[in-house]
Structures are given as structure tokens and as C-alpha cells.
């Protein structure tokens, strides 16, 4: 893809682009203000600039009169770059925005990587999905060879396929005889490798090879999401040495969606409390496959599938919603000492769970490990190789519920913390999941305060996503508009920073640029919220590598994961203490390493006993009764965080700005 | 026990018998002919005989005056050996009675085997039951070691009784954190070993392994039979170097009855015709499976043991049955080339079925070999041990259908037969199952044509079942009174052959004497229905013979199995062709072999793989389209056979009785 330079007037910054970027997520990338308050959807008009010299691809637009258009005037989140260009930024957005100085090659880093790099997190693994369809053709049966019919089906599967030691499914006996007969005797079978051997789960007439699909779902507590993913997709594409190219393990649709069992509690104490009520149980199981049934009905109309061509689903989720989601009465999770039922659920028919698939279609149920390190983190580690490598890693990933993996090749140890649900945008005001219209990234200026936003699918602003969420707090703690408390300055001449019906808050976006019609704004309680949450979470892994007598700088790599949107800023969540300040390549992030690992399995049956082995090899340490965990926290309830020395460029950084402010 | 020895005059023929044997079954067994026609059941009181010396133990009866018993005048059916007697026969029940001359010592050879016998036929078993419970005590969870339920389970079990690799139920694992919990960890596990390793059924609280019951089923197409077993009892009798006493191995209550199928079509035929209409596989489904609950809920009546304490069931049926059993269309068994559906069937939960035991019970299903060799018979070979022996032995079933199993430890060669239930009392005029009241034992005097005759637990005579069949025909042949072809004779001075409203008959007993108050008479039609019977099982055995160049004369080992009472008299069926003249220490009778198969297996996990080895090692040979069966089926349906060189010693009996009647 063609590169292009954008240089920035006054200051002549210069950044490179790749052809067809919007101009305004450009800014936003290079830690460049300019105002914009509707998010980029071409609403507010405020994020004007001026072309002083190339050719862009910008409409015209009533906020700009037909001359200003004419002498170089665009509005940056409607112009899209298509050659080197030189802008310059009007007075009133400028700014000399101070970055952290810490150490690595951000350029050249990847923290995003690419679905290829992803896939290659993981080593060793080859496309070979454990649900896989045959096509079959028989020879019709005569006197001389008269076995029975499933007889003559195991025997072609293992001449024609060389798969052995078949154990039939009791509703593919029922219906064989017909349908080998319509069919004239050429048939597909679909089979599943389980821990013990191949199960054949369906048969279908003539050569149905060609479909075959899975959903993946990761079913947290406030968020489930999932895919549909083509499981022959590799089939078609050549994979030199048995390693597919990433890209083509897409997936075909992703939906996601709140958990519905949020009416009946945040977390999944509350969740476990309610299902002690008489029914309860029941009732949660209930709505968090009707939740799914809803994401499954998206899917197959996104990607235009037919639902009886799903062959598969692998689901992971945490142990509490694991267990709900199974039926299992969750109580012991909740009572000292936190004994889940099970950690290996033999694989459980879908519908029997009242999911809406066909009655063949077997539901792989990630391994877990403890009550509160479930089969996401399994999932995620898999997904991300840490378990197959040397280097230490530390794995973290912040739902409702923050863990903890910290680990290689040789061990794995894990801790929970309950950070709450505030990155999912639960228990913030205005706080959304990562979806159209949610503010992903935002910066403030530094003397006007006034803010720079984009949302998700450029759309009028919804409401905040965890990634927003950082940026804001990040912006509002660099620009000094809050005490390293989290408590807004009381002397700040802008309108921006009011008194709401919640105590004092920052309005993000102002009602006539949001869909929603009011004002969206964030309040001390919500940042509030926003330090419990990352103190929780720079606690649990400080007690982690304690209690193996390492520290932040033994790390090699920290992979982060999460439902945030594609946009967590890494230096920002540095800035506030929810990330350790370490050197930044070390950081991978791998977006949803639940949905990650489930795609994975999916795809690769050999990783069936690698998903048991991390299970089996993680050893979880009990946080609740941790004494260190407790005086951990609160040393982190500060904006970065109490302890400086640990903070050292965000410090210095944060010192410097107050003093920049007070000349 | 001790013997005492009778002396019957005039004549002096004596004979043994055991301490406490019933005089008028004594006689019966040595072919000594008294009058009786109320089957034993001290009604008719024909069998008067006069004590010479010694003493009983025989009660007075209002068919003896004072005098006449203060004189040794005693009635048969009533008397009990006590010790030495000498007995005389009134002149009217007086026969001078031929018997074949058949080679082999009628005294020493064990026809009908001891239980510790009959499990002797099969080697290398010990009672060890597949499905089996262990008690353990789990150390209860803290925060060091606070692993889940289930795993916690699974390592006690792994500990504690050395059971590894173990696949929960999920049903288990439903119910399981409570039960743990309520007993206090201690709990009772029940397990299930399957071609995929332990499966966990059941977890109960405290220690419930000293109860453990099978229930295992015969299914035949008119019959079903049941029998619960106590799997615990030889934990409780020693078992010297792994060989248990069979006797600890007797079910614990036996019952059976008319598979209610019958109403829908006497034969597999008909049954799967029947199948064929609109909602008729799911009625014969239903009505077996009310056959099945009536013989259970008897069982547990009788042997006063609680539902939820059967643990495992073991099923073994022709390939029909199982079929319909099941819920599979029997359509293809029907149709040329015969392919059933299944020949192995994974383990089901009888609760699928419809079958009235808990939800965790497993229904083990014999394997099958064809669509007419099912798993029946596989269970009877397993139980006769004939797939790990060197002679080469020939095991007839005897039921609705004649199965015919030819072979030894290298080979095994099958054939069926469609011989009709006739033995089983179906297609019989007075037919019956070998139930009490049922006419098991039948002699008829040479010149009076007066009959002698027992029932099944000496009670007034219901009907007729197999062995009095083979009985009554044979003696109907033996004294002349009908010819080869099965029709009477219509000269015979007596009222007992008589023609009634479906033609010629002999009365077997009067309705005075008969618990239906109607005589009961077996007719020409009858004898015909047995004729063709017998042929067909016959002409299969000698098929299956010639197709592998053998004849009668090579078989070492000839085992008879089916549902006869316990009397049937291996003469009387060389008599009439249904079995072929060879020496009679070559047979060996095992009762319902079916029946014996599924008890072993219940007992012993390690004839899990054998019965499959069975199954597989088995070759049928189809009759349907076999030139030559045709040509042997009619040459056999004659009395005894068209070709009397094949039954050289019945001939020249025949011929010597002939010249008597004649003098």
C-alpha cells in the first residue's frame, strides 16, 4: 500500500500515512489536536483545516461556504489522504502536545498485528478442524455383502478417509438407513474428534463437504460475542508447510452483544446471588441463551448462512458463566474457598442447552481452571503461544473481571481480580461497548480544553467505550484538568467542566452532535470507576510477579486483551497506571483472546490437547485473602500511581505540563 | 444328597433318585409310564401305585379311602422320596417302554449342566462388572487446594481405587457440588466401563456400593425374559484363583412374558410390516418397552429391591427387536440383501427408551452379526464359550427363529432359520409359554393311548409349552398313533383322538382336570406346525454344515438353547427330527442362552470385547435365497425324516414298536 507524507503546519510535523487514511484518525495517531466534538461524522464542522499544498479526496460540505472550499479549506474527518499533502491547523486546535518519552521504536513496533502475525502467536498448529465433513461413496449392498449400513459407512470412512475407531452418534443410527437409500448410497459424514476418538455426528445426502461452519462465542459477563467462521476456508487457499496464511481464518460475520443477564446483576457475585433465588438459576440460564440465540440469528444473517450448516461450536467464558450457561448451580464459586464444579465439560449437544443449531451439532466448552480463571483465559493463552514459549510473558485480560496469566513454555500462574465492568462501559454514565457511534479515541486540548473525538464507524457519538474511557481520563489527568485523584480542578475557565446531577464532569460531546440528544459527558464518579478498575488490575499483576519474585522489568512481552475497541492507547494507559511503564514494544495486543483461542480450536484439532495441557498446567493464586493484594490496591487508587518511582516518564512528563500550564 | 433307589414292579426295573424328588417326575424320567392327567397336581388321582416296602412321605387324599391308604395304596403325584422303596404299577398304567439305544451314558452325562457348570463353558472371566461402584472419602477443598468438584472426584477415584482416564456424565456433574457437600464428601461413585474407557453415571451419597444390581433382558419376538442380578454377590463368596462359584452368580428373580408385540404379528414379518404403517414403529416400540416395565417392576417385587438401585441393564435380541427397540426402522431386514442398520450400538440411557430405571442407567445392547443373527445368539456363543474352544461344536437357539451357530476358537459360521413360535407355545392350540400350569413332560401309554403327564410347578394344566410339545408328538409317533407325516391314525379304539372343530385331535387332559375348564387337546394342525418347525431347524443345521463340508457326524459338542421348561428330553426330539441322531453325551443343554450371555456380561467387563469379537469373527450364511435349504426343509418334514439312514436307531425303534402294536 502507497505511503504518503502529511506535514503538519506551524511546527512542521511530519507523519506517514497509508493511502485512502481519513486525515482526522491520521491527527489522532500522531498525537496532533484538532478539535472535533461529533466524533468524525462531519457534523460539528470544528475540525476544519487548511490545505496549503497537495491534492486530497474531501467533499464540500454547508459547514464551508463555496469560497473557503476554493481557497483550501476541509473539514479533516471528511478528507481522505491520497498524496503528500501539507495542512495547516487553525489556531484554536493547536497544540504542543507533549508525548511520553518511553523507550521502543513505535514506528516500527506492531502492536496491532496483523490477523497473520496473530496467528502465529501460536506455533505448531495446522488447518484440520476437529468437526470435519467426508464425502462417502458406497458401494450398495448385495447378498454376498450384506453388513449393516452403518458397518459399510465406518468401512468407507476408514478405506476412503483413513479414519478409525468411529463412534456413532445414536441420532445418526436412527436416520442412516433412509438416508444412505435417497441418497444412492453417497453420503457426507461429519465427525468430531473428542478426547476419545472420532464421533460421527451427522449424515447428510450427496457431497456436502463444501459447507461447513462453526460459531465461536465468548460469553463474558457483561459482553457476549461471536463469530461464524468457514471452516473449509483453508481449503481453498494453499497452505505452504502446513501453515495457513492468518487472513484466511477470518471470520465471516462477528456480533456481539450485552450479556442479558445484566438486569440481574453487574458482576457475577451479583449473577450468583441471584441464582440462589428460587428459579433463579434457571431464569439466568434463560436469557443468556437467549443473548446468544440473538448473536447466532445475526450471524447467519450477516454472512448468509444457513443455520443447518453449522457443524460446530467452541464456546468460552468465564467459570461463573460457564457454569450458568450449563446449568450448574454456581454457589460454591461465590463461598470460601471458590471450588468451581467442573474445570472439563465433556462436549454438550447445543440444543440441549437451548441453543438454536441443529440437533447434531456438538458444543466444545473451553477448559477452565478455577472459579475465577476461566475458559476465556485459557482460550486467550492459547490463542496468544505463551504456554509454547520461552520469554516471559505476562498475559492480561480486562473484562468485567481482570486476570492475569504470567508465564512460558514451563509454567503458567494466574490471578483474578475484580476490576468491574467499567472498560465494557458498564457502571460509567455514558459507558457503551466498542460499537458504531461509541468515542474510541479522544484528546483535549491543552489551553482551550476542548476536546478532539472519534467514534466508532465515524457516527454521532452514542456513548464511551473503554478505549475512550482511557483516553479521556488520560487526557483530562495530562492536561491537569484532574488531580492525580481523579478530582477535576475547580478553576478551569471552560464550560466543558461542569457541575452535573452527578458532582462535577467533563461534557464530551455536546447534545446537538450526539445521537442521543443530551449532552455526553464523563463524571468523577465514572473516573472514580476507571482508577478502582486499574487499580485492581495493576495490583493483581504486581502480587503475581511478586509471589514468583519478579518484577515489571523481568517481562519480556505483555499481551493485553480485552473488549476495548482497535484503539486502546497504550501511552495513555501507561499515563494513568493500568499498564506498568515498560519499554512499548513489549506490549502485543490481541483484541478478544477468548473469541482468539475459540476461532483457533476451531480450526485445529491438534490444539484440542494443547487448550487441556494450559488448563492442567496453570496454577491460580487466590487474591480475596491475599494480604499483599489489599495494600497493593490501594497504593495503585492514584492517577498513575502512588508510588512515582514506579511511574518515573509519566512523572517527569506530568510535572513538566504543570509547569508548562503554570507559565 | 442322598440317594435312595426304587424298584418299580412288575418288572423290577429300579432306578436312583435324590432325597426329596417327587415320585411321579422320578418315573417320568426313568420312562416308566403311570396314568396321570392332571399334570401332577393331585386332582385326577390316576396315578395311584401301591407301596411294597419302605416309606414315604405322602399325604392322605379324598381319592383313597382309609383302607386303601392304610394298605400302601399312595398317589404318585403326591409322594416324596424318603428313602428305599419298592413300588407297583396297576396293570393299567403298566408299559413295557423301548427306548432309543442311543450311545452315550445316560447317567454320568450332565445333560442339563449345574450353574457352576454352565459358567465353566466360558473361560478366562472373573466377576469384576463393567458397571461398578466405588465409595470414596474426599478430603474437603481449602484455599491451598481448592481444584473443582468433579476433579477433586476423579483424583480420589484415580488414588484411592487406581481408575484412570475417567469421562464424567454431565449429569453427574449437574448434581454433583451438591451431593459432595450434603454427605460431607464421602460418596459412592458408580462407573461404567465402555469401549472409550470409565464413564462416571452416578455420584450417591455415603458408602452405597454394597448395593448394585443388572437387570438384564432377553427381547425374543414372542417372549421376553428378565432377570435381576446382584453384582455385589461374589464380593461377598470367595472366588479361588479368579474362578467364582456359579451359583453366587443365580439371578436373583427371573420372570418373562408374552412380548405384547404379539398382537401386532406373530413373526419378525409381520412385526416389521406392521412397522411399515403410519405410526407403527413407534407403537411396537411402545408396547415392548410396556412388556419390558411389566417384567421389571415384577423383578423388583419379587427380589424386593428398590428401582434406584439398578444400576445397569444388559439387552440382547434378535436384530428385529433391537431394532424396533430402539426406535430404528426395521424396513431393510425385510428387504433383499437384508441389511440391518446397526450391528453395534452405542451405549444408551434406558430412560431413552422409555425403560422405568433412573436416568443414569446405560443399556448395554448385545452386538449383532445380520439382520436374522442377532445379538441373542452373540450372547448365547459368549455364554457357551464355543469362540474359545477347540471342538467343533454346533449351538442351536430355538425361538421364534432357529438360529444355528457352527464353529470353534478359529471360526464361526451362522445361519437362520424362520421356524415359528411354536415352541414358545404361539401358532399352538393350547400352546403356552414353560410357565406354571404349562404341560412340560408327556408320556403315552402304547395300549391304553392313556396319557401321563406334569406340569410346571404341579399345577391343574393351563396349556402346552415346547418340551410337552416335543413330548406329545414324540409319544403320539412312538405308540403308533399318527404316521410319519404327523396325521392320526383313524382306527384307534380310545376317546382320546377325536375329531374336533379343527380336525383331528388327542386329548391331553380333560376340563375336569384342566385350570381353563376346557380339554386340552393338541390337534393336526399342531403337529403340522411342529413338523415344519423342526424342519426348517433341521434343514438349517444341515445346510450350514454342508456349506462347510461337514455333516452331524463331525460335531463334537452340540449345545441346545431356548426357551423350553427344563424337560426337554433329548430322545423324543431325536424321535421327531428335531435333533439329528448323534451320541447323547454331545449335548449339552444351557436353557435360555441369551439370557446366560447377558448375565455373564453383567458380571464380567472383560467379555465386553469378547461378545464384540464375537459379533465380528461370526459369518452368516442366508438361507432365504439357498438352493439347497428348500430341498432339505422339505426332505426333513417328515417324522423323523424322509431319509431314515440318517436316523438309523429311531427307525428300527419305530419298526420294533410297529411289530409289538401289531402281535
Given at each position: 500500500?502507497p505511503?504518503?507524507?502529511?506535514?503538519?503546519?506551524?511546527?512542521?510535523?511530519?507523519?506517514s500515512?497509508?493511502?485512502?487514511e481519513?486525515?482526522?484518525?491520521?491527527?489522532?495517531?500522531?498525537?496532533?489536536?484538532i478539535?472535533?466534538?461529533?466524533?468524525?461524522?462531519?457534523t460539528?464542522?470544528?475540525?476544519?483545516v487548511?490545505?496549503?499544498?497537495?491534492?486530497?479526496?474531501?467533499?464540500k460540505?454547508?459547514k464551508?461556504?463555496?469560497?473557503?472550499?476554493?481557497?483550501?479549506?476541509?473539514?479533516?474527518?471528511?478528507?481522505?489522504?491520497?498524496?503528500d499533502?501539507?495542512?495547516?491547523?487553525?489556531?484554536?486546535?493547536?497544540?504542543d502536545k507533549?508525548?511520553?518519552?518511553?523507550?521502543?521504536?513505535?514506528?516500527?513496533?506492531?502492536?496491532?498485528?496483523?490477523?497473520q502475525?496473530?496467528?502465529?502467536l501460536?506455533?505448531d498448529?495446522?488447518?484440520?478442524?476437529?468437526?470435519?465433513?467426508?464425502?462417502?461413496?458406497?458401494?450398495?449392498p448385495?447378498?454376498?455383502?450384506?453388513?449393516?449400513?452403518?458397518t459399510r459407512?465406518?468401512?468407507?470412512?476408514?478405506?476412503?478417509?483413513?479414519i478409525?475407531?468411529?463412534?456413532?452418534?445414536?441420532?445418526?443410527?436412527?436416520?442412516?438407513s433412509?438416508?444412505?437409500?435417497?441418497?444412492?448410497?453417497?453420503v457426507?459424514?461429519?465427525?468430531?474428534?473428542?478426547?476419545?476418538g472420532?464421533?460421527?455426528?451427522?449424515?447428510?445426502?450427496?457431497?456436502?463437504?463444501?459447507?461447513?461452519?462453526?460459531?465461536v462465542?465468548?460469553?463474558g459477563?457483561?459482553t457476549?460475542?461471536?463469530?461464524?467462521?468457514?471452516?473449509?476456508?483453508?481449503v481453498?487457499v494453499?497452505?505452504?508447510?502446513?501453515?495457513?496464511?492468518?487472513s484466511?481464518?477470518?471470520?465471516?460475520?462477528?456480533?456481539?452483544?450485552?450479556?442479558?443477564q445484566?438486569?440481574?446483576?453487574?458482576?457475577?457475585i451479583?449473577?450468583?446471588?441471584y441464582?440462589?433465588?428460587?428459579?433463579?438459576?434457571?431464569?439466568?440460564?434463560?436469557v443468556?441463551?437467549?443473548?446468544?440465540?440473538k448473536?447466532i440469528?445475526?450471524?447467519?444473517?450477516?454472512?448468509?448462512?444457513?443455520?443447518?450448516?453449522?457443524?460446530?461450536?467452541v464456546?468460552?467464558?468465564n467459570?461463573?458463566?460457564?457454569?450458568?450457561?450449563l446449568?450448574?448451580?454456581?454457589k460454591?464459586i461465590?463461598?470460601?474457598p471458590?471450588?468451581?464444579?467442573a474445570?472439563?465439560?465433556p462436549?454438550?449437544?447445543a440444543?440441549?442447552?437451548?441453543?438454536n443449531?441443529d440437533?447434531?451439532?456438538?458444543?466444545?466448552i473451553?477448559?477452565?481452571?478455577?472459579?475465577?480463571?476461566?475458559?476465556?483465559?485459557?482460550?486467550?493463552?492459547?490463542?496468544?503461544?505463551?504456554?509454547?514459549?520461552?520469554p516471559?510473558?505476562?498475559?492480561?485480560?480486562?473484562?468485567?473481571?481482570?486476570?492475569?496469566?504470567?508465564?512460558?513454555k514451563?509454567?503458567?500462574?494466574s490471578?483474578?481480580?475484580?476490576?468491574?465492568?467499567?472498560f465494557?462501559?458498564?457502571?460509567?454514565?455514558?459507558?457503551?461497548?466498542a460499537t458504531?457511534?461509541?468515542?474510541?479515541?479522544?484528546?483535549?486540548?491543552?489551553?482551550?480544553?476542548?476536546?478532539m473525538?472519534?467514534?466508532?464507524?465515524?457516527?454521532?457519538?452514542?456513548?464511551?467505550?473503554?478505549?475512550?474511557?482511557?483516553?479521556t481520563?488520560?487526557?483530562?489527568?495530562?492536561?491537569?484538568?484532574?488531580?492525580?485523584?481523579?478530582?477535576?480542578?475547580?478553576d478551569?475557565?471552560?464550560?466543558?467542566?461542569?457541575?452535573?446531577?452527578?458532582?462535577?464532569e467533563?461534557?464530551l460531546?455536546?447534545?446537538?452532535e450526539?445521537?442521543?440528544?443530551?449532552?455526553?459527558?464523563l463524571?468523577?464518579?465514572?473516573?472514580?470507576?476507571l482508577?478502582r478498575?486499574?487499580a485492581?488490575?495493576?495490583?493483581?499483576?504486581?502480587?503475581?510477579?511478586?509471589?514468583?519474585?519478579?518484577s515489571?522489568?523481568?517481562?519480556?512481552?505483555?499481551?493485553?486483551?480485552?473488549?476495548?475497541?482497535?484503539?486502546l492507547?497504550?501511552?495513555?494507559?501507561?499515563?494513568?497506571?493500568?499498564?506498568?511503564?515498560?519499554?512499548?514494544d513489549?506490549?502485543?495486543?490481541?483484541?478478544?483472546?477468548?473469541?482468539?483461542?475459540?476461532?483457533?480450536?476451531?480450526?485445529?484439532?491438534n490444539l484440542?490437547?494443547e487448550a487441556?495441557?494450559?488448563?492442567?498446567?496453570?496454577?491460580?493464586?487466590e487474591?480475596?485473602?491475599h494480604?499483599?493484594?489489599?495494600?497493593?490496591?490501594?497504593a495503585?487508587?492514584?492517577?498513575p500511581h502512588?508510588?512515582s518511582?514506579?511511574?518515573?516518564?509519566?512523572?517527569?512528563?506530568?510535572?513538566?505540563?504543570?509547569?508548562?500550564?503554570?507559565?
Open positions: 500500500m505511503k504518503h507524507l502529511i506535514t503538519f503546519y506551524p511546527g512542521a510535523k511530519k507523519i500515512v497509508d493511502e485512502g481519513n486525515l482526522l484518525q491520521a491527527a489522532m495517531e500522531a498525537g496532533i489536536h478539535n472535533a466534538s461529533c466524533g468524525g461524522s462531519g460539528c464542522g470544528k475540525c476544519r487548511h490545505l496549503l499544498n497537495g491534492i486530497t479526496d474531501s467533499p460540505h454547508p464551508l461556504t463555496p469560497l473557503e472550499y476554493d481557497q483550501g479549506d476541509r473539514l479533516a474527518c471528511l478528507t481522505t489522504i491520497r498524496g499533502i501539507d495542512i495547516e491547523i487553525p489556531i484554536e486546535s493547536q497544540v507533549s508525548v511520553l518519552e518511553i523507550k521502543g521504536d513505535r514506528e516500527a513496533h506492531q502492536y496491532l498485528l496483523s490477523p502475525d496473530i496467528y502465529q501460536v506455533q498448529w495446522e488447518v484440520d478442524p476437529p468437526v470435519f465433513k467426508k464425502s462417502v461413496q458406497l458401494a450398495p448385495t447378498l454376498k455383502d450384506n453388513v449393516s449400513d452403518l459407512l465406518t468401512n468407507a470412512l476408514e478405506r476412503q478417509h483413513d478409525r475407531g468411529i463412534s456413532p452418534d445414536f441420532r445418526v443410527i436412527m436416520k442412516l433412509r438416508i444412505l437409500r435417497e441418497s444412492e448410497w453417497n457426507t459424514a461429519t465427525l468430531v474428534l473428542t478426547r476419545k472420532y464421533k460421527l455426528i451427522n449424515v447428510e445426502p450427496g457431497d456436502a463437504t463444501h459447507q461447513n461452519y462453526s460459531i462465542l465468548d460469553i459477563t457483561t457476549v460475542s461471536g463469530q461464524i467462521l468457514d471452516l473449509n476456508s483453508c481453498v494453499a497452505c505452504p508447510d502446513g501453515q495457513c496464511d492468518g484466511t481464518l477470518f471470520a465471516l460475520a462477528e456480533a456481539s452483544d450485552y450479556n442479558a445484566i438486569s440481574y446483576g453487574e458482576d457475577v451479583t449473577r450468583i446471588v441464582s440462589q433465588r428460587h428459579g433463579g438459576l434457571k431464569k439466568l440460564q434463560e443468556v441463551v437467549s443473548t446468544i440465540n448473536i440469528q445475526e450471524l447467519l444473517e450477516m454472512s448468509r448462512i444457513d443455520r443447518s450448516l453449522i457443524s460446530h461450536m464456546i468460552a467464558g467459570t461463573t458463566m460457564t457454569q450458568i450457561l446449568g450448574l448451580d454456581p460454591y461465590r463461598e470460601v471458590y471450588v468451581p464444579t474445570n472439563f465439560i462436549p454438550v449437544r440444543v440441549h442447552l437451548g441453543i443449531v440437533d447434531h451439532v456438538h458444543a466444545y473451553f477448559p477452565m481452571v478455577a472459579s475465577y480463571v476461566g475458559g476465556d483465559i485459557v482460550a486467550g493463552i492459547l490463542g496468544s503461544g505463551i504456554f509454547q514459549r520461552e516471559l510473558t505476562l498475559y492480561m485480560d480486562i473484562g468485567t473481571n481482570g486476570e492475569i496469566v504470567l508465564g512460558n514451563d509454567w503458567l500462574a490471578v483474578s481480580c475484580s476490576a468491574g465492568p467499567a465494557e462501559g458498564a457502571g460509567i454514565k455514558f459507558g457503551m461497548r458504531r457511534g461509541a468515542i474510541e479515541e479522544v484528546n483535549i486540548n491543552h489551553r482551550t480544553y476542548e476536546p473525538i472519534l467514534t466508532i464507524g465515524r457516527a454521532r457519538p452514542i456513548g464511551i467505550c473503554g478505549s475512550g474511557l482511557i483516553d481520563v488520560a487526557a483530562l489527568l495530562g492536561t491537569g484538568m484532574i488531580d492525580p485523584k481523579g478530582k477535576f480542578r475547580r478551569l475557565r471552560t464550560g466543558r467542566v461542569r457541575m452535573g446531577p452527578d458532582g462535577y467533563y461534557v460531546a455536546k447534545k446537538e450526539t445521537a442521543i440528544h443530551e449532552d455526553i459527558a463524571t468523577e464518579i465514572d473516573i472514580e470507576n482508577i478498575t486499574k485492581a488490575i495493576y495490583a493483581g499483576c504486581k502480587v503475581l510477579l511478586d509471589s514468583v519474585g519478579l515489571f522489568n523481568d517481562l519480556e512481552r505483555m499481551i493485553i486483551a480485552g473488549g476495548f475497541g482497535r484503539h492507547d497504550l501511552e495513555k494507559a501507561i499515563l494513568i497506571g493500568l499498564l506498568p511503564e515498560i519499554d512499548i513489549k506490549f502485543i495486543f490481541v483484541g478478544n483472546g477468548s473469541l482468539l483461542g475459540t476461532r483457533l480450536l476451531s480450526f485445529s484439532k484440542l490437547k487441556e495441557r494450559i488448563a492442567l498446567m496453570m496454577t491460580n493464586l487474591l480475596s485473602n494480604p499483599a493484594f489489599m495494600n497493593e490496591f490501594v495503585a487508587m492514584f492517577l502512588t508510588d518511582s514506579a511511574f518515573p516518564l509519566v512523572t517527569e512528563r506530568l510535572q513538566n505540563d504543570q509547569c508548562k500550564l503554570q507559565n
